[in-house]
Each structure stands twice: as C-alpha cells, then as structure tokens.
C-alpha cells in the first residue's frame, strides 16, 4: 500500500481507489494474434510496407532497431521507477486534481468515467520543442530526471516523426504531411505507474480508450498489462526488450479519413507485480483545425468526420464507455456529430 499515491494528507486512504468496475471484465486471450514488430534496419521500403500493413490490420505494431540507444531507454525506466519510489511527502508538491496543469500527478484517468476509479498513479508532463525552459515545472527530483526524461523525449519524438514520414510515403502522400501543427504541440508524456492490485480481476489500471492525439510510442516496461482490441477481443501484448510499441490516434484516424484506425486498448493490473510504462504523445498544437485532408476524400469517399480544432476535440470527446467490453468500441464518428 505504501507506494499509493493519494499525496495530500487531505487525500482519501489508499483503500478508496478500489471502486470496482460494474461488470465482469473480459478477460484478454494469450497472444493468440500478436502484434507485428518492425525492424526499422530493414530498408526503407521493407519498412514503409510493414508499417502501412500493420497499421491497417491492427493499429498498433512494435518497433526495435529504431535507433534509441539502449541505454536511454534504461535510463528512463530507471528514474521513472525511482521518482515512483520516493516517499509520498517528496512527492505531494506535484500532486493537482486540476486537469488542465500541464505537469502534475494524479491518480486513475482523466477520462470521465461517471466516478469508476482506476488503478494508476500518473505522472503527467508536457515537453515543448524547442523545450527552452518548457522543463521548469518538471519534478527536481530524483536529480537526473529531468536531463533523462528531455533526452529520451527528444529522440522518441524523432522515432515518431520517422514513423509518420514513412508512414506518409507508404500511404503516397508528402513525406512531410504531418510536419507542422499537426505534430507541432506539446509531447505529452503519461508516465504510468499500476502498483500491484489486490483485486485485478475486477479492476482496470486504464478503462479501453482510444489515444486521443496523432501517434503514441510506449515504453512497455518489462511486465505484461496492455491489451489491444483486435476482431472482437483483447489480445495480450507481451513487452519486447528494447521495443516501442507504437498506435495511430485519433488525428491519424481523422486526418486519413478512417483508412487508418485508432484501435482500443486498456491495462490489466496484477496482484504481484507493480508496472512503470511511459506512453509518449505526439500532439497537435490546441488551434490546429483538423479534418479528412483532401487526399483522403473523393467523390465515392466523403468525408466520415468533421473538421474541429484540436483544443475541441480534446474537450469533447472525453467519454469511455464504463464496463466496456470491445463490442462497444469507441464510435468516433457519432461523438464528432455532437461537436
Ligand atoms: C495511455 C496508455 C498504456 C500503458 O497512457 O494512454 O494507454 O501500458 N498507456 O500504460
Ligand atoms: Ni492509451
């Protein structure tokens, strides 16, 4: 219990968290289809094919070879772990309920879920680029937090905009298409951490969502707990050594005009293993208007969403479906008609 969050003294006991789900989770099946992972040594044209193909069936695929030196990777682990450990008191100056702080901590989703609580603790943080004194609100300590956390976001900022360039060059449109405000906002990290749960079967670290941003690279960690929805059920995806595992969001979807998918996913916790992951979103600018771009749309494919700036959309479509199986899939295009 004592890894808990709930910070401020005034904060609810550790216990209160455990508002259970009102239905029986469906449980994911053993990797039964797993997800395809890319090496991105292979030449670009391997590379493009298998991005495009895997996007397409399933929205999320792993990435190794992507240039990160390994080390960086352990790094970030490391200190997110190690910002997770330290006791509660050196925390609670970053603990904010107020959804719009940039940089802070808090506990469960920040979707509205009509008051089902969820088993994370998160540390939340905006980087802008250039990131100039973007870091100032960052927590100073552990004291080499913030220079790991700014060069790993560096470079896998760079990893993501490499996907996005191939990706675009796959699907034959400008290699720079989402250069610009599209990709141009904040990174927003989510630095997850599921202490061990006394009752995983009945509680979620993360109700299914779709990633509201363009794409999102995770830092697994090294213990199971994302699944993936794929043809009507939860697949399990075991972490990889080394690998991101990369999903389209929702502008990706918007932008593509639904050739590509955002695709649910959602955490499971375990009664034994606590779990650090750190989720790395690229977003766009809050006034970026986004749309179906013209290459997307022809006279037998209109447009399937609506065209709204991203600040909207982000205060719209803030809904999950409580006690979601994968048959009640996210329908964006119904929340976007009540923009
Ligand atoms: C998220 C997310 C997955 C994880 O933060 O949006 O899906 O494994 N995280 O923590
Ligand atoms: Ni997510």
New binding site residues.
């Given amino acids: 219990m004592e890894n808990m969050l709930h910070l401020a003294p005034s904060q609810a006991l550790p216990m209160d968290r455990t508002i259970f789900l009102r239905e029986q989770l469906p449980q994911a099946i053993s990797a039964a289809a797993s997800l395809p992972v890319i090496d991105m040594s292979r030449s670009s044209d391997e590379v493009r094919r298998a991005i495009l193909d895997a996007g397409m069936e399933f929205g999320f695929f792993l990435v190794v070879n992507h240039g990160i030196p390994e080390e960086v990777m352990r790094d970030m682990a490391e200190v997110c772990e190690e910002f997770f450990q330290l006791p509660a008191a050196d925390k609670a100056y970053m603990y904010s309920e107020d959804r719009h702080k940039p940089n802070r901590i808090f506990s469960g989703t920040t979707y509205e879920t009509g008051g089902e609580k969820y088993w ?1 603790d ?1 540390l939340r943080l905006a980087c802008p680029f250039p990131v100039g004194d973007g870091t100032r609100d960052w927590p100073h300590t552990p004291q080499r937090l913030r220079g790991v956390i700014e060069h790993f976001t560096t470079l896998t900022r760079g990893v993501g905009m490499e996907l996005l360039q191939l990706l675009s060059e796959a699907m034959g449109i400008r290699p720079d298409y989402f250069e610009g405000d599209i990709s141009s906002g904040d990174v927003v990290l ?1 630095i ?1 951490h ?1 202490p061990p749960c006394p009752n995983p079967e009945k509680t979620l ?2 109700p299914p ?1 779709c ?1 509201r941003n363009l794409i ?1 690279l ?1 830092l ?1 960690g090294s213990v199971y ?2 699944d993936v929805a794929y043809k009507g059920e939860w697949i399990k995806v075991e972490p990889m050594p080394g690998a991101f595992i990369v999903n389209f969001g929702q502008q990706l979807e918007v932008v593509t005009n639904g050739l590509l998918k955002s695709i649910e ?1 959602r ?1 499971v916790t375990s009664s034994t293993l606590a ?1 650090t ?1 750190v ?1 790395t979103f690229i977003m766009p600018t809050p006034d970026c208007l986004i749309g179906p771009a013209k290459e997307f749309v022809a006279e037998d494919k209109p447009p399937c969403y609506r065209t709204v700036r991203f600040r909207d959309f982000m205060r719209i479509y803030n809904v999950v479906k409580l006690g979601s199986s994968v048959n009640l899939t996210t329908d964006l295009k119904n929340v976007q008609k009540e923009i």
């Fill in positions: 994370r998160c989510n997850n599921y670290g993360l969502h990633d999102t995770l697994p707990g994302l996913h955490v779990r992951a989720a």
